[in-house]
């Protein structure tokens, strides 16, 4: 099978010289403007076929910067630029993607249903807010047990500090993070670790500053609207070319960078009505890709559709991707939690939404929402469990509230240790979000860092806006501060006191359960769950003809007794959330107990507490 090699763009080649192709078919005349050293030199491109401008150049080192001058009056940076050392304005660098000394030839990736996945900001992850600094945390991740980290995007983007989701230079990482080699040091030495890295890209819009891909082609439609920017042009006219630019985007990482997934952020924000919709194209060259190159590689969807169609295999008529993000799971357990009932959270609260979501895969699955004040989602209870991303906290549902709070300061310690109890032992792919494991205590809040005053106003009232269905009455920091980005760094020192070194210890006891007993390997089991919404208890059961497990949990604040269906014989405690090592009060829950065929088991759970059993064979 032939690898895929990046085919447009500034490439070097072997006898010094480099090749600059730009697609520009709204552009009549293109010059490179190029800069070897102190000296730059002007060269005209040949206006070839399909809107393609091409040019060679002999004795082009690497490093030498250049740009493209379009119609004689606008110099840009290269839309394929590799490397934007000066900025989303500035002039663009040619790289040698060739240099870098991998040292992961052994690294064949992971499977879906290995993934523990810990999502990481690099600009708060630490004090130097560099991918080199994240690198220096990743021993400590691999304890903690997880197997995978998911960057937030890295393509460059406008200043200093930003989510990532305003970036206009989709093929070059952001310089103030450590550009191209800063990233390949941090994916190559997880891969020494046994880690993988997955990355999140954006291909429903780009950010407003320093995006020129208008003035060379038809990139973008207003047929369609999404609420950060203009649509990508997926299906409309000369979209073909556009198509394969988000494309060759997601081959790019996994090729030169040996980045192991994609997360795609926002699908529901992608609209594609051709006949082959892009999100299949693009995961289908990604598998390709990935099997080339002997390893493997994920395509996750974020999406709020609850459509299975995403995740089903293309023969039963879905798009293949590996899996998608389930809001809902989230959404059960932090309404019935906090019990808030504003904004998406109207939908939610009880246990059998949490019950439903761990059964069903969705709690909106066709049925109505209140919220949307229609039908919502589909059916989705014969996708696979290891197709499903579920998570208690991440940087949308963390950083979209007006104070940025985490459930570290909306939440009791016990609720934190059952939240996380419900998502290690969900039958799902977990998602942790940086310093989660711990309880940080610091907001994530949204930021920017643009150099125009008005886009700065217009961040601030759309983010006014958007708060207005929450009914939130204290307004959101500056986004354009430097205080509000400093003040949303994460502190892992916190993880060295009580009760955050309790919680941590429960993460990591959780995490161990999860990744040493092989029915809790999502997909590995059947399961069912159980609940009473009166009680306040549900359990979830794994099981094979050999074996079982059962995972007990008591969502209510008082006392209850659960009466899970086990199968006679011996059972024996793995964990309890209560018990004193985990900051608890001392577990109400028996460390063993006997099952009779005739008489069903009774166990007694302490408000917001759970309890993982496992069947003892004779």
């Known amino acids: 099978m032939q690898r895929w090699a990046l085919q447009h763009g500034a490439m070097t080649r ?15 005349s293109i010059a490179l403007l190029l800069a070897r050293g102190a000296v730059t030199t002007v060269h005209e491109m040949e206006h070839g076929e399909h809107g393609f401008h091409e040019v060679s150049v002999t004795e082009v080192p690497p490093g030498s910067d250049y ?22 304005h500035g002039p663009s660098r040619l790289i040698d993607p060739g240099s870098f000394a991998w040292s992961d030839s052994n690294w064949a990736g992971l499977q879906t249903s290995d993934l523990i996945i810990y999502e990481v900001h690099v600009g708060t992850f630490s004090s130097e807010g560099t991918f080199d600094a994240v690198v220096e945390r990743l021993p400590y991740l691999r304890d903690l047990g997880i197997t995978a980290i998911e960057l937030m ?4 983007f406008p200043g200093y500090r930003n989510w990532g989701y305003d970036g206009v230079h989709p093929y070059a990482p952001q310089m103030s993070y450590g550009g191209p080699d800063g990233l390949r040091r941090l994916v190559d030495a997880a891969h020494g670790l046994g880690l993988a890295v997955h990355l999140d890209v954006v291909c429903n819009h780009l950010g407003p500053e320093g995006n020129y891909l208008d003035e060379f082609g038809p990139y973008f439609t207003d047929r369609y609207s999404t609420p950060w920017g203009r649509a990508i042009n997926f299906d409309g006219p000369d979209s073909d070319e556009v198509r394969r630019y988000f494309i060759d985007n997601a081959l790019y990482w996994i090729t030169e960078y040996h980045i192991d997934g994609l997360r795609l952020d926002a699908v529901h924000a992608i609209f594609d009505f051709g006949a082959r919709h892009i999100l299949e194209e693009l995961a289908a060259a990604v598998h390709a890709q990935a099997a080339a190159l002997g390893r493997h590689v994920q395509v996750i969807a974020e999406s709020d ?21 389930s809001d809902d799971f989230h959404h059960a357990i932090h309404a019935a939690f906090t019990g808030e009932r504003n904004g998406y959270y109207v939908d939610f609260g009880g246990v059998e939404q949490i019950a439903k979501t761990l059964r069903d895969r969705f709690a909106l699955d066709g049925r109505y929402s209140r919220y949307r004040r229609r039908r919502h989602g589909a059916p989705a209870s014969d996708v696979p469990t290891d197709r499903i991303v579920a ?22 310690f016990e609720q934190r240790k059952l939240a996380a109890a419900l998502l290690l032992l969900s039958p799902y792919v977990p998602v942790l979000f940086m310093g989660e494991e711990y309880g940080e205590l610091h907001p994530f809040f949204y930021f920017v860092d643009h150099g125009d005053s008005e886009l700065n106003q217009a961040v601030r009232r759309g983010r006014e806006r958007e708060f207005a269905a929450f009914g939130w009455s204290t307004p959101p920091p500056d986004p354009a501060a430097e205080d509000t980005f400093q003040r949303s760094r994460i502190d892992p020192a916190q993880a060295e006191s009580s009760p955050h070194s309790e919680l941590i210890r429960l993460y990591r006891d959780l995490i161990r359960q999860r990744r040493s007993e092989p029915l809790l390997r999502p997909g590995a089991a059947a399961g069912d769950v159980d609940y009473d919404g009166q009680a306040g208890w549900l359990v979830s059961r794994f099981h094979t003809a050999e074996n079982d497990v059962v995972a007990l949990f008591n969502c209510s604040g008082e006392l209850a007794a659960a009466s899970p269906g086990m199968r006679a014989g011996r059972w024996r405690r793995r964990i309890a959330t209560d018990d004193a090592y985990y900051g608890g009060g001392g577990t109400r829950s028996p460390s063993q107990l006997a099952v009779a065929a005739d008489q069903p088991a009774r166990i007694e759970l302490a408000g917001y507490s759970a309890a993982l059993y496992a069947w003892e064979p004779d």
């Open 153 to 156: 995007p890295v393509a460059q």
């Open 305 to 325: 559709l609850n459509d299975p169609r995403l995740v089903r295999s293309r023969d039963a008529g879905g798009y293949g991707l590996d899996a998608t993000w």
């Open 14 to 28: 072997s006898d010094g010289s480099a090749r600059f192709s730009v697609w520009a078919p709204r552009v009549e």
């Open 67 to 88: 740009l493209y001058r379009l119609d004689g009056d606008r110099d840009r940076p290269d839309p394929i630029s590799r490397c934007q050392p000066f900025g989303v």
């Open 391 to 412: 998570f208690v906290q991440n940087h949308d549902q963390v950083g979209n509230r007006a104070q940025g709070e985490r459930l570290s300061a909306l939440t009791t």
